[in-house]
């Protein structure tokens, strides 16, 4: 009897949890389905756009050269203000030259010397050959004879060479100007006492001055054909964005590329030159290049707001059988209320522009087209 209920409870409580999933079966049946999203399209074309792509960059003298002497002792003058545009050769310090002096002139006695000996030797040694074949002296007095006009050929040898060196250090004591430019703020002043490899100042070329930029690898291609075809000036399609926004007036030209690529970054360096007649491009000036691009070039422009910014990257959701797919996108230059894409879309594809943040990949979405803002 006892086993009887029990099976009658069990099938009891089978009976019921059958008729609860029949129940929410029912239920979830009765659930409407998820309504799509509604959104606003663009339909993405190719077209001729002008647009500038910048680049950061710092402006460089195309050659630069610390000065420091290359002997020791004190500088005795200046010959220049410091900020001075000075040219090639033009003397620019001295340092003391009473011991270098001293030290050549004792050189040159040394050598004076030195010939005295060997023509004394060359003489003593023409005539003991003479006497030689006479048979008049020993043979072993002219060996003594030759080897004496050999060590005193040596010795005036070894006084040229000293005096070379000496002549040498005279002539470090005056420091030179290596080329044309503008010369720094002198770290040394008359009475420094000054020692090999100490910086005394700096001097940079001014006219024209670099800047270097890094650009993708894939943007190699086009700046190769900038090289290899050069730029017009007058096409502006290198300038400069000054540090107060301004926009420098004279355009430059590109000079070179890096030989390779920086693996780490996938970056090479693009160097830009510029004229510099007015000296307004200093060295160290923090800028923005700007580089045109256009002339026919075919460009795809979207919507701005259609971006979606996320981690630093750039995403974009197009329309495909009535569902988002989220694309990442390289962007360019924004022009107006556009922006330029340079990957991640096609000419044709559809991009939503409005709706945008109700969005995930793979929404259900109703595409419409985008609203016409009232007249003011």
Request: aromatic share 6%.
């Amino acid at each position: 009897m006892i086993m009887k209920n029990y099976v009658y409870g069990i099938g009891k409580q089978a009976a019921l949890a059958l008729l609860l999933v029949a129940c929410g079966s029912n239920k979830d049946q009765s659930k409407p389905p998820t309504p799509p999203v509604s959104v606003a399209t663009y339909v993405v074309k190719a077209g001729s756009a002008v647009y500038y792509d910048l680049y950061p960059a710092t402006i460089t003298p195309l050659n630069q050269v610390d000065i420091k002497p290359q002997i020791s002792g004190n500088i005795v003058n200046i010959f220049f203000k410091d900020g001075q545009y000075v040219h090639k050769g033009q003397k620019l310090y001295e340092i003391d030259q009473q011991q270098y002096r001293a030290a050549y002139e004792q050189a040159i006695a040394n050598l004076d010397v030195s010939k005295a000996n060997l023509a004394k030797s060359q003489q003593d040694a023409d005539r003991y050959e003479e006497l030689a074949k006479q048979d008049a002296i020993a043979k072993q007095t002219l060996d003594h004879a030759v080897a004496d006009l050999e060590s005193s050929k040596k010795q005036v040898s070894a006084a040229q060479a000293n005096v070379q060196s000496v002549e040498t250090n005279l002539k470090y004591s005056v420091i030179s100007a290596p080329f044309n430019g503008t010369i720094g703020i002198s770290s040394a002043k008359i009475g420094t006492a000054v020692y090999p490899q100490t910086l005394l100042n700096s001097i940079s070329s001014d006219d024209p001055v670099a800047a270097d930029i890094a650009i993708n690898q894939s943007e190699i291609p086009l700046f190769s054909k900038y090289l290899q075809n050069g730029t017009n000036p007058k096409d502006s399609v290198f300038t400069v964005a000054l540090p107060d926004g301004s926009i420098y007036p004279f355009p430059g030209s590109l000079y070179l590329l890096d030989r390779a690529v920086d693996p780490q970054t996938g970056t090479i360096k693009a160097r830009l030159i510029f004229p510099n007649k007015k000296d307004e491009l200093k060295p160290g000036i923090t800028t923005n290049i700007r580089i045109k691009h256009g002339s026919g070039e075919a460009s795809l422009l979207i919507p701005y707001k259609a971006v979606v910014e996320q981690l630093g990257e750039s995403f974009v959701y197009t329309v495909n059988n009535s569902r988002s797919i989220q694309r990442k996108v390289t962007l360019g230059s924004k022009i107006n209320d556009k922006v330029v894409v340079k990957s991640g879309l096609q000419a044709g594809d559809s991009v939503v522009t409005e709706g945008v943040q109700k969005l995930k990949d793979s929404t259900l979405v109703k595409a419409g087209s985008p609203a016409i803002p009232a007249p003011k």
